[in-house]
């Protein structure tokens, strides 16, 4: 079963814009984290916001939890054409490192 | 250097036949992971390993096996491979367990199985 779910499921926006993406969970957490998939690599790591924070910010990322609704948010601000990838939630559910499906984000330049 | 390296990075083959898939790490973490992505981009983790045990094995089929021979590897092997096995597969690493507050993962760039 799915720990993290996020949405919409793709998204596409004009460069400068800013893409917000949500994330649910169901479980208690220690941590969420949000990661980056560009087209045919890796998932690379942006950030991670642990159950007692309510934001964090990094670079044009803001994340924002809350664990009264087990929602996360993550919000990209002024967006580039480079920032174009799936951005996925992860948490930890029962020893497992769960994913969710993920967010497709289009920046149109 | 590449952090977490993992060969080769494409990987085509024939029903039946039996493939390894290499991963390295050089960041001195103490767990390392393999997650299988399939064609609509959903991530599942497979196995982990600390220290030499193995602490999780997602229910994945018994033709999967991971070797790790020491903390900078987990291979993973397949035997008999089927078509439901093509997918891309990944091997990660992070500084702690996932219990613990450092678990970020460090993936590498991924290998693209084919079973034909």
């Known amino acids: 079963s799915q720990q993290g779910e996020e949405d919409p499921q793709a998204l596409s926006i004009q460069e400068g814009e800013n893409a917000t993406m949500n994330c649910s969970y169901k479980t208690s957490i220690n941590n969420l984290q949000w990661y980056r998939q560009n087209s045919g690599r890796g998932l690379v790591h942006l950030i991670l916001i642990r159950s007692n924070e309510r934001e964090k910010h990094s670079g044009r990322l803001r994340v924002t939890l809350d664990t009264s609704k087990k929602s996360s948010s993550l919000l990209i601000t002024a967006s580039r054409a480079a920032d174009t990838a799936s951005y996925f939630c992860a948490t930890v559910l029962a020893q497992n490192f769960v994913f969710g499906p993920g967010t497709r984000l289009s920046v149109l330049p | 250097d590449t952090a977490v390296s993992q060969t080769p990075k494409y990987l085509v083959t024939q029903m039946g036949n039996d493939k390894s898939i290499k991963c390295e790490q050089n960041?001195?973490?103490?767990?390392m992971y393999w997650y299988k992505q399939d064609s609509k981009k959903f991530l599942k983790i497979m196995f982990s390993?600390?220290?030499?045990?193995?602490?999780i094995n997602e229910t994945v089929p018994n033709r999967f096996s991971p070797k790790s021979p020491d903390k900078a590897h987990l291979n993973l092997h397949i035997n008999s491979l089927e078509l439901g096995d093509s997918a891309v597969y990944f091997c990660?690493?992070?500084?702690?367990?996932?219990?613990?507050?450092?678990?970020?993962?460090?993936f590498g760039a991924g290998t693209r199985l084919s079973v034909l």
């Open positions: 960041l001195g973490h103490d767990t």
């Open positions: 990660a690493s992070s500084p702690t367990g996932l219990a613990g507050d450092l678990n970020i993962q460090y």
């Open positions: 390993y600390n220290n030499k045990e193995l602490i």
